[in-house]
């Protein structure tokens, strides 16, 4: 869909140069590339490894455009918490929701112009890379006719590992693979297809290592 995305809010801005920048680019010296790759207008897809916590927040403010994700509904029960994640575009799904409930929301925002923020095995895993890719994403991008964006997250998962609260302060680096086309159904093996492609794409990123 050819749409222009929604202008970033005072509260986005305010998060993202003033506090999530700052932590990527200085305590983390996060690195990008291949941000010419990114859509400036359109739903867009987004899809990336999952390693760590801190993943969601530094693809949602590295790309030149604001990405949506899915929130816990709890937190949009803390008031302050609630108006900042609301106002970068995150958005409540109840625990224990159904898949097709989380798609629609999803699919909502996409309509809207949003980039929205998919991790493609659906939760973090210990090696930082994708293990077991879900359909979602296609799926998602088949619904809405929307381009998908590989993206690869290096190192995340050893700056925060899985079980552990405080994270080391290594490299943590943004490689943005060629936009993929929706798949041209829904049947399985068309979602299947382009499932494998973006688990591809983001493994041969991953194995490239960090910028140098």
Known sequence: ???????????????????????????????????NNVPKNGSL??????????????????LGRPVAFMAKAELFKIPLLAAIIRACGAYPVNRGASDRHAIRVASSKLNQGWATGLFLDGTRQKNGRVNNPMAGAALLAARTESNLL??????????????????????IHLRVGEVIPPPISRRKPDLEEVTEKLKSS???????????
């Not at 050819?2 to 003033?18: E, H, M, R, T």
């Not at 995340?156 to 079980?163: I, P, T, V, Y």
């Open 202 to 212: 983001i493994n041969f990123m991953i194995d490239q290592g960090l910028i140098d």
């Open 45 to 62: 897809v987004v899809v990336a490894n999952h390693g760590s916590h801190l993943d969601p927040p530094f693809l949602g403010h590295a």
């Open 150 to 171: 590989p993206v690869a997250i290096i190192n995340s998962h050893k700056a925060l590992r899985k079980g552990f609260l405080f994270p080391r302060f290594l490299p």
């Open 1 to 35: 869909m050819n749409l222009d995305p929604p202008k970033p809010s005072f509260a986005y801005l305010v998060v993202s140069y003033c506090f999530v920048f700052p932590i990527f680019r200085l305590l983390f010296r996060g690195r990008i590339t291949g941000t």
